[in-house]
């Protein structure tokens, strides 16, 4: 990677494309195209949020976001960083708990689970507006169920201080679908 590189990792589920590189996905999906070409893809999609340091100034961080929804458990460790750097992760399968409300079915089989925010698309929700700064935006019941079920995830978009890692490691694993720990 770049330094300096700061960008998004999303897992897709359930994708097909042909020879000319068009389809879709049930979720995570970027515009029916197979590259994303740094174009975010489709919510809900758990997302792995990252921006690496310099080889003068080396300190990376990185979360596990659910701000987006979620799709797929993810985990994103350092390998190498020494004490300190912690996990970033969402390992149990929501779409098993996901509220009704929020429920993304295809088929009659829930493959994501929306964020409060897609759901409700209010400023309250979404923490824009009225709501753009940590004081006035608080996580709403969809965002505690998430948080109990995934404690080094973001929840909503100001759960920077239980959420957002930080390391000097030389190298990260990030593993989709890991197992539940």
Not at 89 to 101: G, K, Q
Not at 112 to 131: D, E, F, I, R, V
């Amino acid at each position: 990677m770049p330094e300096k590189w700061s960008g998004r990792i999303w897992g897709r589920q359930n994708c097909s494309f042909d020879e000319h590189g068009k389809g879709s996905c049930h979720t995570g999906d970027c515009n029916g195209q197979l590259y994303c070409d740094g174009k975010g893809g489709l919510p809900p999609a758990t997302v792995v949020e990252m921006t690496l340091g310099t080889h003068s100034s080396p300190l990376h961080f990185y979360d596990v976001s659910l701000v987006d929804g979620f799709n797929l458990p993810v985990s994103m460790e350092a390998v190498g960083g020494g004490i300190g750097c912690g996990v970033a992760s969402c390992e149990v399968d929501l779409n098993m708990c996901c509220p009704s409300a929020l429920e993304v079915r295809v088929g009659g089989k829930v493959v994501g689970c929306k964020s409060a925010c897609l759901a409700m698309q209010s400023p309250k929700y979404c923490c824009t507006g009225w709501y753009s700064n940590a004081k006035a935006c608080k996580p709403t019941l969809f965002a505690h169920l998430f948080k109990a079920f995934c404690p080094r995830a973001y929840s909503y978009a100001f759960d920077d201080s239980t959420s957002l890692n930080k390391c000097r490691a030389p190298r990260y694993v990030i593993l989709f679908c890991p197992p539940y720990q």
